[in-house]
């Protein structure tokens, strides 16, 4: 196990207001993290420090070996290892669902056309969606957008995978379309870091649960051992409050 | 002394060689300025988040004096009327020219410095459209493309131009309406377009209802056929 991301005392403030105080974090290859806590809690900014979307205000961020923010002119070569699915999709209006996913290979990776074609088929196959290729944004319902969604962050073959509440926009009968395509990409061993309220997620997929709480982590543990029996009054009343 | 349809067909061939010149102005005119429009929005816009973000280092610089450039030539141009514009590029830019660097003849002749004047003037509106639609662009998706490691360029070019292109249609159309009337007053520095055609066959004849009633006509086939042109652009662009 070698580590992935790590977080060295970090900091994070929008102007003068710290949001993210003294975050120590070592994630490792191959762990499926779910991050949860409260709205505002810093769950957002802390994945954002990730891929460089925000930028670390104190303190060090170590991705895939740059560092950050020293290293932030290097910020493209972090972002092209790291994958990020967003709560509204962000699916590209004016492509169709093929030429999204295609868009990483070839702009990123240099593929032809042809060979990132023939990738973002595959991708879209695996998210049950080859009948939907030639679909615009417009034309999906809101799981299948966020699966083609996925298939886009994939599509790069990304070492690190970002999700921010995958399924929060969606109606309740399409989340389990959008958590299903998620536990197979967890199976396959890439590394994730998921924001979601989905506990049934965290308990079937992930591998460590982080519970967020005023800019810090306030507990960092096995899933099943802190959903079954939460240490803190903060936790237990979190997982009430999101029904679980 | 009613409307006498002769004096219209009289004028016509007069008239259709100011309107092929009015025509052509405009076309280079808003082909040049819509070339300049989006270099001065999009350098209007240099190192913000509407076009990925902050820039480090020497680009930090480079963004911040490309926002200054833009915003100067914007202002000026929008502060001052386009006939003052065309005076000073016809007759006060050799002069500026002579002075400053002692070079003698640069003199354009007055078809190119109406070319250059709808250029430079349509350019600066142009800019502030091209600014706004590219800001109309939703953060999210300019965020999906920065996300992907794509450069600065390929996410202008691949996500947010198009996006904002199709938004930038119906107030471009506009200004491209507003630059063919505005070759109008062209007629100060002596370019022998359209009005100017209706003015020295009026001075001839002294029709002025039938006269002014053609030219008038004459522009509003040229401002449909630019609308019709801009129509067809837009349903071509596919964004649902
Ligand atoms: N761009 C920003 N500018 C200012 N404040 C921000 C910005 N983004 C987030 N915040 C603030 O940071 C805090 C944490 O936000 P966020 O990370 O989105 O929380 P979460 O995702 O847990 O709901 C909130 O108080 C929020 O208002
Ligand atoms: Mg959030």
Same mark, same amino acid.
């Given at each position: 196990m070698s580590a992935l991301i790590e977080f060295r005392d970090v900091g994070k403030s929008f102007g003068p207001v710290e949001v993210l105080h003294n975050i120590d974090l070592t994630i490792d290859q191959g762990e499926v993290v779910v991050l949860v806590g409260p709205s505002g809690s810093g769950k957002s900014t802390l994945l954002r420090c990730i891929n460089g979307l925000e930028m670390v205000t104190s303190g060090e961020l170590v991705v895939d070996g740059i560092?950050?923010?020293?290293?932030?002119?290097?910020?493209?070569?972090?972002?092209?290892?790291?994958? *990020?699915?967003?709560?509204?999709?962000?699916?590209?209006?004016? *492509?169709?669902?093929?030429?999204?996913?295609?868009?990483?290979?070839?702009?990123?990776?240099? *593929?032809?056309?042809?060979?990132?074609?023939?990738?973002?088929?595959?991708?879209?196959?695996?998210?049950?969606?080859?009948?939907?290729?030639?679909?615009?944004?417009?034309?999906?319902?809101?799981?299948?957008?966020?699966?083609?969604?996925?298939?886009?962050?994939?599509?790069?073959?990304?070492?690190? *995978?970002?999700?921010d509440e995958p399924t929060s926009a969606l109606d309740p009968e399409l989340r389990e379309e959008v958590l299903n395509v998620m536990i197979a990409v967890a199976e396959q061993g890439i590394t994730m870091v998921v924001v979601t309220h989905e506990m049934s997620f965290a308990s079937k997929a992930g591998s460590r649960l982080l519970f967020m709480d005023g800019g810090r982590i306030a507990e960092d543990g096995d899933p099943q051992t802190l959903l079954r029996n939460p240490s803190s009054e903060r936790l237990q009343n979190f997982l009430q409050h999101v029904g679980y | 002394m009613g409307f006498e349809f002769k004096y219209v067909v009289e004028s016509i061939p007069a008239l259709l060689q100011g309107a092929k010149l009015t025509w052509y102005i405009t076309i280079i005119g808003i082909v040049g300025?819509?070339?300049?429009?989006?270099?001065?929005?999009?350098?209007?816009?240099?190192?913000?988040?509407?076009?990925?973000?902050?820039?480090?280092?020497?680009?930090?610089?480079?963004?911040?004096?490309?926002q200054k450039v833009a915003i100067g030539y914007i202002e000026l141009i929008r502060g001052t009327p386009i006939i003052v514009q065309a005076m000073f590029i016809y007759f006060a830019l050799p002069m500026l020219i002579e002075v400053t660097t002692g070079y003698k003849g640069i003199r354009f002749d007055a078809l190119t410095a109406a070319i250059i004047t709808i250029i430079i003037n349509a350019g600066a509106y142009m800019a502030e459209i091209v600014r706004g639609a590219v800001q109309s662009v939703n953060k999210g998706l300019v965020e999906a493309g920065m996300a992907m490691g794509i450069s600065r360029l390929q996410l202008i070019t691949s996500v947010i131009g198009p996006i904002a292109f199709k938004r930038a249609i119906p107030p471009l159309g506009n200004q491209f309406i507003i630059s063919l009337k505005?070759?109008?007053?062209?007629?100060?520095?002596?370019?022998?377009?359209?009005?100017?055609?209706?003015?020295?066959?009026?001075?001839?004849n002294f029709r002025a209802l039938e006269i002014w009633s053609a030219v008038a006509v004459c522009y509003l086939i040229m401002t449909t056929a630019l609308a019709l042109i801009l129509k067809f652009m837009e349903r071509r662009i596919k964004i649902i």
């Open positions: 560092h950050l923010p020293r290293q932030k002119r290097r910020i493209r070569e972090v972002r092209q290892e790291v994958g *990020m699915v967003f709560q509204l999709f962000h699916l590209f209006p004016h *492509m169709s669902a093929l030429d999204n996913v295609a868009f990483g290979p070839r702009k990123v990776r240099g *593929m032809s056309r042809e060979e990132a074609h023939d990738v973002a088929k595959d991708l879209l196959k695996k998210v049950g969606l080859d009948d939907r290729s030639h679909h615009y944004p417009a034309e999906l319902s809101g799981g299948q957008q966020q699966r083609v969604a996925i298939a886009r962050a994939l599509a790069i073959n990304p070492k690190i *995978m970002l999700f | 300025g819509l070339a300049l429009g989006t270099l001065a929005g999009l350098m209007r816009l240099a190192g913000t988040s509407a076009v990925g973000g902050a820039s480090y280092g020497h680009f930090r610089w480079l963004a911040i004096t490309s505005d070759t109008s007053l062209f007629i100060v520095i002596g370019v022998g377009e359209l009005t100017r055609q209706g003015q020295e066959i009026m001075a001839s």
